[in-house]
C-alpha cells in the first residue's frame, strides 16, 4: 500500500509532465458561459489577478448602463484600468431595438480598437455574448479581430449563450451552471451582490 508521500508524488510526476508539455506562450480568448451567476465575477476577478501584476486592462460592458455596480465604483479610478460602459441596460429594459443595436456597434468600434493596442493585456467583453443572439454584430468581424488581435492579448467574454463559431475559436470555455437561485424563491437582487 501507497503511502501518502508516494501518492502526492506520483501525482507530481503526472502534473509537471503536463506542465513541461505546454510550451506555447500566446494570449487566450476564455468564454464564460451558461444560465448560472457569476460569469462576470469570475472575469473581473481574473481582471483583478492580472491588476496585481501590474497588468493593463479594459472592460466594455455592452449592456449593463443604467445603474453603477458595485464592480464599476470599485475599478473604475484604477490607473491600469479603462472601463466603457457602453450598453442601456438590458433589452426588456430599453425595449428599444434600434438604441440597443447603436449602442453595440459604438461598443464594437471601441473593442476593434482595443484588439489592435499591444498595450493592454486583458480585455473583457462583458455579455457581449448578447449581441449575437440578438443579432445586434454580425460575428464574422468579431471572429476576426480576435484572430488577429496581439500574440500576447487576453480576452474574455461573458454571456449566457456563445455561438458555435466562436465557441471554435476559443481556448478556454467555462460554463456556469444554475442548480439553485434566491430570485427564483423570492428573495430580491440586493446590492454587492447582484449588482
Known amino acids: ?10 501525482k507530481k510526476a503526472v502534473i509537471d509532465k503536463r506542465i513541461a508539455k505546454a510550451n506555447e506562450e500566446r494570449g487566450v480568448l476564455i468564454l464564460l458561459k451558461g444560465p448560472g451567476k457569476g460569469k462576470s465575477s469570475s472575469a473581473l476577478g481574473t481582471m483583478a489577478r492580472s491588476v496585481g501584476h501590474n497588468k493593463r486592462c479594459a472592460v466594455i460592458q455592452f449592456i449593463k448602463g443604467r445603474m453603477e455596480t458595485g464592480e464599476y465604483k470599485f475599478f473604475k479610478d484604477h490607473p491600469l484600468i479603462d472601463w466603457h460602459v ?17 449602442a453595440a456597434e459604438q461598443a464594437w468600434e471601441l473593442a476593434t480598437k482595443l484588439l489592435k493596442n499591444d498595450s493592454y493585456d486583458l480585455l473583457v467583453f462583458d455579455e457581449m455574448s448578447y449581441m449575437f443572439k440578438y443579432d445586434y454584430l454580425p460575428l464574422a468581424p468579431v471572429i476576426e479581430a480576435l484572430q488577429n488581435r496581439p500574440k500576447m492579448q487576453n480576452v474574455m467574454i461573458t454571456g449566457r449563450m456563445m455561438p458555435t463559431d466562436l465557441e471554435g475559436i476559443a481556448d478556454t470555455i467555462s460554463l456556469i451552471k444554475d442548480e439553485k437561485h434566491a430570485f427564483r424563491a423570492g428573495v430580491k437582487a440586493q446590492i454587492g451582490i447582484e449588482f
Open 1 to 10: 500500500m501507497k503511502t501518502h508521500q508516494q501518492k502526492m508524488a506520483a
Open 86 to 102: 457602453m450598453g442601456h441596460g438590458f433589452t426588456w429594459e430599453t425595449q428599444d431595438k434600434s438604441q440597443d443595436i447603436k
